[in-house]
């Protein structure tokens, strides 16, 4: 059974950094592309950042774009997303997320979400 | 590419049938797929490739189009399908959702 669970959300202050991990389990994790999906309390969901199985490849949401970093460590079945120069509309729950084949961009299994919040 | 999502709120009876549409900016041939979310949940993955039923999800539900317009149908509403509705495009980079349809109780 494939389980995703993300680590590491929690209070920021404005301008500051944060590093999120996803530890997955359950399916072979450097064939499979990653994502990174938030979303802002009470509003819909957007899509972040993606990664494929071997970290060669990667994009971007432009409102994130040179400010975060998505990174995985196959040998430790693990995604990371490092957050930096934290702004207040980044508050949010971000999912990490299993692509649905090795890269598809179909979001099949999501982790429990963790909550990034952005405030001083 | 931007997708629009209608209606944005859904009033709706145990039983009806419901279409929800999401309607692309240019053609996405049929990369789209739809997710259901409930409150303080994550979403699941109900339909890819337009039309294809995620394994586990019943038969009630099914999507349908190519290009730019898609639906959503669910045939007969049950009380544990009221929630919010996503699609997103996987056609082209960012892959942006739809702004959601919330399925509400009539």
């Known amino acids: 059974e494939v389980h995703l669970v993300e680590s590491g959300g929690g209070l920021v202050y404005p301008g500051g950094s944060l590093r999120l991990s996803c530890s997955a389990s359950?399916?072979?994790?450097?064939?499979?592309?990653m994502q990174w999906v938030r979303q802002a309390p009470e509003k819909g969901l957007e899509f972040v950042s993606a990664?494929?199985?071997?970290?060669?490849?990667?994009y971007y949401a432009d409102s994130v774009k040179g400010r975060f970093t998505i990174s995985r460590d196959n040998s430790k079945n693990t995604l990371y997303f490092q957050m930096s120069s934290l702004k207040p509309e980044d508050t949010g729950v971000y999912y990490c997320?299993?692509?649905?084949?090795?890269?598809?961009?179909?979001?099949?299994?999501w982790g429990q979400g963790t909550l990034v919040t952005v405030s001083s | 590419i931007h997708l629009t999502q209608s209606p944005s709120s859904l009033p709706a009876f145990v039983g009806d049938r419901v279409t929800i549409t999401c309607r692309a900016s240019?053609?996405?041939?049929?990369?789209l797929a739809w997710y259901q979310q409930k409150p303080g949940k994550a979403p699941k993955l109900l339909i890819y490739?337009?039309?294809t039923l995620q394994s586990g999800v019943p038969s009630r539900f099914s999507g349908s189009g190519s290009g730019t317009d898609f639906t959503l149908t669910i045939s007969s509403l049950q009380p544990e399908d009221f929630a919010t509705y996503y699609c997103?495009?996987?056609?082209?980079?960012?892959?942006?959702f739809g702004q959601g349809t919330k399925l509400e109780i009539k």
């Open positions: 997320v299993k692509d649905r084949v090795r890269w598809s961009g179909v979001s099949e299994y």
């Open positions: 359950g399916f072979n994790f450097s064939d499979f592309a």
């Open positions: 990664i494929n199985g071997n970290g060669a490849t990667t």
């Open positions: 240019q053609g996405i041939s049929n990369y």
């Open positions: 490739a337009a039309s």
């Open positions: 997103q495009q996987v056609f082209r980079y960012p892959y942006p």
